[in-house]
């Protein structure tokens, strides 16, 4: 065991650097010998055994951020999970996850994996988030990360962080275009479209849909052909219900989604969406 003289202001400067407890920090710099990067170290060493602890607990809770960059074209939205919505509110955690966004945003990694790599201060992002568990003591991760580029790409963020929308319209970036896709990510944010159109519903689903509405009209005593006429009707119902430029629009209930952005420039549509939300 280490005989060097740790004093109560190395320990604090250590708890100012890591965020970790004070007791951990004092055992931190006893270990390393007063070395406060030898410290930092161990402290890191700490998170990975917390995390490795934590593996098997649930991290249902946290919080979704969307950001778009200044030229807007490009944006990601990323959920920081954690275990209880306590860690989830916490205004250090939600800054964490806004710092980690930008970061992917300014760098755009291709997965999740190359975004832990990515510098982050005086570590990488992936150490960071284990300092994270250390701290807190929850299973602290990055459960999804999404990248959408577009003409124009708008990022809304919904209910306190829960709910993180991009969407990609496929004209310039001007303010009705920008307004317009705020009202689309709001839209989305709400009524969770499957799909943009018809056209990108995939086949899977579509024939499961299909193969339903058969078999309950059928139930009903229909003929095979009826069935046939009425799942069609069934089916344009769903397209209705489930797709983005068909769905009526919340504004506006006389419209549709696409009829709505038609409205506010001519040929504007949107070309892709991602909706990201805690539990959904």
């Not at 994270?132 to 990022?155: F, H, P, W």
């Amino acid at each position: 065991m280490s005989t060097v003289n740790i004093s109560a202001a190395d320990v604090n400067k250590l708890r100012q650097q890591t965020g970790a407890g004070m007791m951990d920090c004092r055992k931190a710099l006893m270990e390393s010998e007063g070395d406060f990067e030898k410290a930092i170290d161990y402290l890191r060493k700490k998170g990975q055994k917390v995390a490795a602890n934590r593996s098997d607990r649930e991290a249902k809770e946290g919080v979704v951020v969307a950001k778009a960059n200044a030229q807007g074209n490009y944006g990601v939205v990323i959920t920081i999970s954690s275990e209880t919505d306590f860690v989830a509110k916490n205004q250090e955690f939600i800054e964490f996850a806004n710092e980690v966004t930008l970061i992917a945003l300014n760098n755009m990694p291709t997965d999740i994996d190359a975004l832990k790599a990515l510098a982050m201060g005086n570590a990488t992002v992936g150490e960071k988030l284990l300092e994270m568990v250390a701290k807190i003591g929850e299973k602290i991760d990055i459960a999804r990360y999404e990248q959408l580029n577009a003409d124009t790409v708008v990022s809304y963020i919904h209910g306190n962080y829960r709910i993180g929308v991009l969407v990609g319209l496929n004209q310039a970036e001007n303010e009705a275009v920008i307004g317009a896709g705020k009202d689309v990510a709001m839209q989305i944010a709400a009524m969770k479209p499957i799909a943009v159109d018809a056209a990108d519903v995939p086949a899977e689903l579509l024939e499961r849909e299909k193969a339903i509405a058969i078999e309950q009209i059928m139930a009903e005593g229909k003929p095979a052909e009826m069935a046939e006429k009425i799942a069609a009707g069934k089916m344009s119902k769903f397209f209705k219900e489930n797709t983005l430029l068909q769905q009526a629009f919340v504004k506006d209930n006389a419209k549709s989604v696409g009829d709505y952005l038609k409205s506010v420039s001519g040929g504007l549509t949107v070309t892709n969406f991602k909706r990201v939300g805690i539990g959904a």
